[in-house]
């Protein structure tokens, strides 16, 4: 499912939105039941030792039973301390209290049968409450295995003698059950009413706003669709001068400048066909002269056919013969141009061996090079390097770049090709020679329209421009590098295997 930017960001804050909603619910409740158990505990912290004074003065002479610590009188009695706990629970239905030894053991109360979970309470807690710590304090529920509550507690004493503990669980059972009910039947859904509420008004404040933010984008996107659709006619719009700081304005700001480049981009377009015009202008001239000499030299052993000799009729059959090579040679390199600009030519990759290539393309030229009195070096590592291309393109690129630098570099000169391995893993190949080199403002044309160099055309300069289609199909290019005391120098990259 494809979601829009407004879309997903509506439905990243909802989610967080709800999360934010749910922790808040839970916080608010937690905090409410904290805040009451601090002003319950805080409102009854007296009520312990209101018991144990009474417990005092009802029954100040009596002595301690020795077996449990609790006063031994008919009145404090382990019936008598039932029905005093039971009639003071009864009177508040809100508290539980027990009667514990100086140990903290449970040795008198008025729980109903199997509710004591506990048999001894930690007395840890009741000495923090007894020296007034801060609120709330909670204490060991005699009637839960782990529960804790808040307590009332205070020191029973048998005249000066401190016998055991009074200790008032404040919050009982039945509270539990009545705050329960009450939570589940209206201060929940009171918080969850809340907790709705607050969602929706948020959601909806943040959908508007994401709406204000990305009307910006929405804009934008409109706009750059109608530049794509329309991109002959360049309804581009001008850079943003608003200036604007926040992220949308400097976008916008952005794509303005985007759109300026791509007009210079298109105008460089334009210039790319008016040359191209140009090179078919100028192919056409080149073909003009040998065919316009060809059918000269023809015509002429046409009328001189009968006075011209043997010797004289071979001289201009060969003058005849090489302007018919040389058109041949324009036209096929016309051709094959023309064919890899309107991706007539898609590359057949395999891998082979570099060495073998270049030794294939040295065996091509070693007449050629032998007739100038010119070297042919090869710098190679080991071992032999095999490269992925179209084997047939690449032989053309290193026949065309052979070609060039044998035509253009003088005798008892040097043609050198160098392969070498980079740090990417790619194999560089740099074909140069010790000729007069390119000059330095033929550089910005060189592989874009044929070129003049000491007055002579490089046939056109199609060779070059070959090459650059051919290694722009592999993903590549070619470049003219600087070398102090070296000619024209070309380097370009392969994918090794």
């Given at each position: 499912m494809n979601l829009t930017l407004s879309q997903r960001l509506s439905l990243v804050f909802s989610v967080l939105l709800l999360a934010c909603c749910g922790a808040s619910a839970w916080l608010q409740i937690r905090a409410n039941i904290m805040h009451e158990k601090e002003v319950v505990q805080g409102l009854s912290r007296g009520l312990a030792r209101s018991i144990a004074l009474d417990a005092q003065l009802m029954h100040a002479d009596s002595d301690p039973a020795p077996e449990t610590g609790a006063p031994a009188s008919e009145g404090l009695g382990p019936e008598a301390v039932r029905r005093l706990f039971g009639q003071l629970m009864v009177v508040n239905p809100n508290v539980e209290v027990y009667l514990l030894d100086l140990e903290g053991r449970i040795v008198g109360h008025a729980a109903p049968a199997g509710h004591l979970k506990r048999d001894h309470v930690n007395l840890e807690p009741i000495q923090r409450l007894l020296d007034n710590q801060p609120l709330p304090i909670q204490g060991d529920d005699p009637r839960s295995e782990t529960g804790r509550k808040v307590f009332s507690a205070a020191v029973l004493r048998m005249g000066e003698r401190k016998v055991g503990y009074i200790y008032v669980i404040l919050q009982s059972e039945?509270?539990?059950?009545?705050?329960?009910?009450?939570?589940?039947?209206?201060?929940?859904?009171?918080?969850?009413?809340?907790?709705?509420?607050?969602?929706?008004?948020?959601?909806?404040?943040?959908?508007?706003?994401?709406?204000?933010?990305?009307?910006?984008?929405?804009?934008?996107?409109?706009?750059?669709?109608?530049?794509?659709?329309?991109?002959?006619?360049?309804?581009?719009?001008?850079?943003?001068?608003?200036?604007?700081?926040?992220?949308?304005?400097?976008?916008?700001?952005?794509?303005?400048?985007?759109?300026?480049?791509?007009?210079?981009?298109?105008?460089?377009?334009?210039?790319?066909?008016?040359?191209?015009?140009?090179?078919?202008?100028?192919?056409?001239?080149?073909?003009?002269?040998?065919?316009?000499?060809?059918?000269?030299?023809?015509?002429?052993?046409?009328?001189?056919?009968?006075?011209?000799?043997?010797?004289?009729?071979?001289?201009?059959?060969?003058?005849?013969?090489?302007?018919?090579?040389?058109?041949?040679?324009?036209?096929?390199?016309?051709?094959?141009?023309?064919?890899?600009?309107?991706?007539?030519?898609?590359?057949?990759?395999?891998?082979?061996?570099?060495?073998?290539?270049?030794?294939?393309?040295?065996?091509?030229?070693?007449?050629?090079?032998?007739?100038?009195?010119?070297?042919?070096?090869?710098?190679?590592p080991h071992p032999a390097p095999m490269v992925r291309a179209d084997l047939g393109m690449i032989e053309r690129v290193l026949t065309n770049l052979f070609d060039n630098a044998i035509r253009h570099t003088p005798p008892g000169g040097t043609v050198e090709i160098e392969v070498e391995q980079d740090a990417q893993g790619h194999i560089s190949i740099t074909v140069s020679d010790t000729g007069p080199g390119i000059p330095a403002d033929m550089e910005e044309v060189l592989f874009r329209r044929p070129f003049a160099l000491r007055g002579e055309r490089r046939e056109g300069g199609l060779g070059l421009l070959i090459v650059s289609r051919i290694l722009q199909l592999h993903g590549s290019g070619i470049e003219l590098v600087r070398v102090p005391q070296r000619g024209a120098v070309f380097r370009f990259t392969l994918a090794t295997v």
């Open positions: 039945e509270h539990d059950r009545l705050a329960a009910r009450a939570t589940a039947s209206s201060v929940l859904r009171t918080t969850l009413w809340s907790m709705a509420i607050v969602a929706l008004l948020g959601l909806v404040a943040g959908l508007v706003a994401f709406r204000l933010i990305t009307r910006p984008l929405h804009r934008l996107a409109d706009t750059m669709r109608q530049l794509d659709t329309k991109a002959e006619q360049l309804a581009l719009p001008p850079p943003n001068a608003g200036g604007g700081r926040d992220e949308i304005a400097i976008l916008e700001h952005a794509y303005g400048e985007m759109a300026a480049r791509i007009n210079e981009q298109w105008q460089t377009v334009r210039q790319l066909d008016h040359e191209r015009r140009e090179v078919v202008a100028n192919i056409s001239h080149d073909l003009r002269t040998p065919l316009g000499s060809l059918h000269g030299y023809l015509e002429t052993l046409s009328l001189k056919d009968e006075t011209l000799d043997a010797p004289g009729r071979q001289h201009y059959l060969g003058i005849a013969l090489a302007q018919s090579r040389k058109v041949g040679r324009l036209a096929q390199a016309l051709f094959e141009l023309a064919r890899l600009e309107h991706g007539a030519v898609a590359p057949e990759i395999e891998s082979f061996s570099l060495s073998d290539l270049i030794q294939d393309v040295f065996q091509k030229f070693e007449l050629r090079a032998e007739e100038k009195q010119l070297q042919l070096n090869a710098v190679l």
